[in-house]
């Protein structure tokens, strides 16, 4: 499968984690669903569905946590039949991320996490200096600025 991002940063720390951790499926999104960067999805409409998902899950387990323990829930995972989930966090010099990555009985949670570690690491030394501070994510430029990156993302651009 193939991998594609919206900035080239991205790229080299997301491909490690992939390999080092035995990623299926990766995405790399805005907690408002815009995606960034994602590995081994062939539709964009999966890479959208996943991404609405993901950002809604955030939101509300975040929520959830504030409610419960005084603090955002940031590490969730799900574990399935065949094939596990992990959501969580990512803090970078660029902003906040949600990470996404589905993984099979080929790794394991605790590898998961240990290379999650790695990989926002990987982030934080690869992300470019801030020109401007990041205005807030506008419904008027949303749709506009998420097709722009599904069509980075899938060639169309």
């Known amino acids: 499968m193939q991998m594609t991002v919206v900035e080239s940063w991205i790229e080299e720390p997301l491909k490690r984690f992939v390999v080092d951790a035995g990623a299926e499926l990766a995405l790399l999104l805005h907690p408002s669903g815009q995606v960034l960067a994602q590995h081994g999805f062939a539709r964009s409409v999966d890479v959208m569905s996943a991404c609405a998902l993901a950002a809604g899950i955030h939101a ?25 989930i992990y959501l969580a966090e990512a803090q970078s010099p660029r902003g906040v991320f949600v ?47 998420l097709n722009r990156n599904l069509a980075v993302l899938f060639g169309r651009a």
């Open 99 to 145: 990470f996404l990555t589905v993984f099979g009985p080929a790794s394991s949670l605790g590898l998961v996490r240990l290379y999650f570690e790695e990989l926002v690491a990987g982030l934080v030394a690869a992300a470019p200096p801030l020109e401007a501070a990041p205005g807030p994510a506008l419904a008027e430029h949303f749709e506009r600025d």
């Open 60 to 84: 509300s387990s975040g929520e959830l946590g504030r409610m419960l323990d005084g603090r955002p829930f940031r590490g969730l995972h799900h574990s399935g039949r065949t094939r596990q």
